[in-house]
């Protein structure tokens, strides 16, 4: 039977931008498929270990060619990396091309999409490979008309203060937690990293742009089925000068009962661009959940319950007292679900659940009586 | 030479839908390229008049057949209607070939790109015509870096408290007035029928998520070259459940100096979907204000400078309440710029131009001495 997105044991590309910020595809697929990555392809780093490069990931070696790469048995290789504006660099046809010829698949998140590329496409079909764009759009979305706003299960979307701070990171730590306590989870994967790693999604930044909301709105109804929670990945934010249209349209479609704040307490002003966006300093957390709040309460009341830290690049007693002034700043609770315990965002949506299906059980009482 | 957008002459395809709202493409074409519509093609009001349909477009027959159409020697048919979701009506391919079949190019507007579907295509070029996509937009758009936020000419964006409620309508009615008092106005276009009636342009809601915003700064930026003024054409709401992403994206990558609120006093629901939205009460436009400026704040100040009522479904007296009360809620000029004189509305972009070339001087003046 052929690999699929829930079997692959992936060879990673990150060439030359393999580190904590530079190869976010990359590593969220270390942290989350951890037992089928087989290495990471990035010449610049050969013979390291992931855990030395990242400070997590083990033993997964670093590699410098796809020779050495093949030794681990990968199914296919994963395009790990995801350069702003999404172009295929001319550099990496050779590999691709070479990792075709070996009997991989290729699964690629770039804007661009390699299947439609004449000469990948010709190479792969003679190879009997597939190549997987996760970043493609299903041909016939909706444009949104509020289905999400009234589901039965609670619906959480991320929001951040900017794009690219881990709001797929925080969806999924809060993900695993719930499903230790016992919880239904469903997880709305919205990039191609949540694709790639749940299996299914909808990159909404690739959508034409009508269908934004519609994408999301088709993604919650679909995880809703089973599920007591749902989880919604959230994607940029409503102030990115490049991105913010994606944010808005995911945060109507979703029509979430609840936000959790993704916040990197290390950025200054938006990301990308090379620092072309350094004029405009970004909003800080109790901003940023006053504009989250208003932008969403003309079409359904919802508020943000907790707040999730990025403190990768501070120190213990540093990411403490992020977390204390955030919690300051906001009056709500707030932690490093990838640091510390996830349990006070856990907590909150917990306890956003309980209320919710009391308002519906009072509903139901009301209607009844 | 071959036709292009700017020396089409029309045949205008509005099939069961000719009506004041149900024919928004086919309407504006009446109204801004008049002398270039030579009759409207809806079998259901054939013998009627333009005028006595619409209130507006004098003698431009209303036709029922293609032959009859062809009496005044169209060069185009140009797809007068644009479907929510855009797909291409079956019944219409008998339509469109017969009109491929005398030699007149297609021009349409729909979100189904007909120079796509492979039975039209092959129709075109054996007739050796064209088929022209007003929504397509160009393969290779930037993200937006905020370029836009600092042009030389005052940039006015045109804002709403819905969509289809007359954004395009209020910026085309402000640029031939500025253009009356000698002002030099650039206009970008940003859908279909301000592409139609200005020849170029993006359909802001046809490109792929990521790149809304850097669509509008590229748009703004070239209609900068020879202007002093720019008016951008708007889309949409920034609450409007299916679309609001399209608005905010247009937003941030316009960056304008100043707004015009468009507000239809008569509309208490968000447009589309077939009632979808009925849940939803619109905002008036006091929220509106706050809401578009607010949502810009973050990244350039801008301010609401006027309100633009679109009233064709008032009665005189009703129309001139409506604008006394607009008035009085948002404390800014406002008028119906097609019913009555824009001088208004014109008065509050040349009032603002002369405030932005004076903190312009202030600020040559403040670095040279």
Known sequence: MPHTLATHRYLTLAEGLFGPLTSKTANSAIRYLPERIVAVLDSSQAGQTVQKVLGFGGAIPVVGTIEEGLRGAPTALLVGIAPQGGQLPEAWRGVLAAAIAAGLDV???LHFYLGDDPELAALAERAGVQIVDLR???SALPVSHGLARDVEPLTVLTVGTDCNIGKMTAALQVRDALRTRGARVGFAATGQTGILIEGWGIAVDSVVADF??????????????GNDIVLVEGQGSLVHPGYSG???GLLHGTLPDAMILCHLPSRTFPYGGNGAYSWMPLPGPPDAVRLCEAMVEPLKPSRVIAVSLNTWDLTDAQARD???RAED???LPATDPVRFDPAPLVDAVL???A???ERREAGRGGSGG
Chains 1, 2 share one sequence.
Request: aromatic share 0%; charged share 20%.
């Open 322 to 324: 992020a977390i204390a």
């Open 355 to 357: 209320r919710k299906a």
């Open 212 to 225: 934004i909301s519609g994408a999301a709105e088709r993604l919650v109804l679909q995880a809703c089925h």
């Open 136 to 138: 493609k759009p299903p």
């Open 329 to 331: 700043e906001t009056g």
């Open 246 to 248: 994606v944010t808005l």
């Open 351 to 353: 306890a956003e659940q």
């Open 107 to 109: 699964v690629s998140g």
